[in-house]
Every structure is written in C-alpha cells, then in structure tokens.
C-alpha cells in the first residue's frame, strides 16, 4: 500500500510539473520593476487591482493560473489584474504564460522585491489594492474561488 502511494505521489507531481513544449523564445522579457516603481503603477491606477505573486517552478501557482485566468475574463474591465513572477527565469515565465494563456499584465521581480514591500509571505500571495494603491487584503498561500471571490467583491463594494 505504501508503495503504491509513493509511486501514484510521484506520478501526479511529474504530471503537475510538465511543461508542454511551447516556444517563447520569440516573446519579449517580462518588464523588470522594483518595490518602488511597482507601487507607482498602482498609485497610478484609477481602478482597483488584484495582483498576484507567482513563479513557473511553484506547483500550487499552476493550480491557481486558471482561476486567475477566469476572473480576469470576468472582471478584467472593473479591475486590473497584475501577475509578478518572482525568482524565475524569463523563458520560464514565458512558458508559463503561454501554458496558461494568461494575457494580463505582468512583471519581473527577480528578487522578490515587490513582495516583501508589502509583507507577503511565501509562493504564492495575492493581493487586493484599492484605486491608487492601497493595499486592501493579503492572501498568502494558494486562493481558491471562494477567497478570490470574496477579495475581488470587496475590492467593487469599495469602489462604489
């Protein structure tokens, strides 16, 4: 029985960490910001914004793609949506976009600068910022539809 767990284990992470073979090599870099130009952009936005911290080797960040993917098809037009790869590799980040067909924004931050600015813990965090850049909620870890949803809510409530 053991063995057949460890062996059903190692199929399903080798499952979850293949990438198919798309080429990016034609993609342009992801923009790399810091802390500080980051936080300038979403002072900027007249909307709000759910960002969220992701990297191409964190398997729950695979989970989450799709759901972030939906929502944004959902809500793209009332909020901004912001990916940030964090210690990864561009042709990386690339394949994992173009894997999951995410088409919003997104940038590098190679250091995890952005992150940390803003107290986030770990791989992955998603943030909720109200227009001009306050942080309004912090979800560390994986977001599931129900956490998403109730963030992505307070963030409309608060612009009406």
């Not at 992150?115 to 942080?135: D, Q, R, V, W, Y």
């Amino acid at each position: 029985m053991r063995r057949t767990v460890s062996i059903l284990f190692v199929v399903v992470l080798a499952a979850a960490c293949s990438r198919s073979s798309i080429d990016v090599s034609a993609e342009p870099d992801l923009p790399e910001l810091t802390a500080d130009a980051f936080q300038g952009r979403l002072e900027a936005l007249d909307r709000p914004a759910v960002v969220n911290v992701w990297a191409s080797w964190c398997i729950p960040c695979r989970s989450e793609a799709p759901l972030l993917k939906a929502a944004h098809d959902s809500y793209g037009d009332e909020i901004e949506f912001i990916g940030v790869a964090v210690q990864d590799s561009q042709p990386g980040a690339k394949a994992f976009l173009a894997e999951f067909g995410l088409e919003f924004d997104q940038v590098f931050d190679r250091s995890r600068s952005i992150p940390n600015s803003h107290a986030g813990i770990g791989t992955p965090i998603t943030f909720f910022f109200a227009p001009g850049g306050e942080l309004v909620r912090t979800h560390n870890g994986i977001i599931d539809e129900r956490g998403l949803a109730l963030g992505i809510d307070e963030l409309l409530q608060s612009g009406r």
